[in-house]
């Protein structure tokens, strides 16, 4: 049966953009991005050598032969430092150099 002309269907509105775009390259908001991305990979790196130093320490603590000049003694130690170096370096190098990066275009 035909629909009468004054029961016409409803508008059709539009689809709400839901589509998030990510920003343009040299904008501050992808300066911004990239940074966060950078300082969360350079946690993760500091994540992966505290555990390696963790993994190491009780196989260190396993030989026999210490007394020597043997480089393996250093190494939980070296990966703790190096850890701890990069925790607290890496991320103010991070924001600066995005900062000049900004500013520079």
Partial sequence: MPTSPTHA??????LPNTQEWPPLPGTSAYMA????HDTATVRQIV???????????PLV??????????TVLDCA??????A????HDDPQ???ELAAERARTG
């Fill in 84 to 87: 701890d170096d990069i925790a």
């Fill in 33 to 36: 991005r990239q940074l966060a």
């Fill in 61 to 70: 603590a396993q030989l026999y032969f210490t007394q020597g000049p043997l």
């Fill in 9 to 14: 269907a409803p508008r059709k509105r539009p």
């Fill in 77 to 82: 130690p070296t990966l703790r430092a190096l």
């Fill in 93 to 95: 190098t991070l924001a």
């Fill in 47 to 57: 994540t992966v050598l505290q555990n390696c130093a963790q993994q190491i320490t």
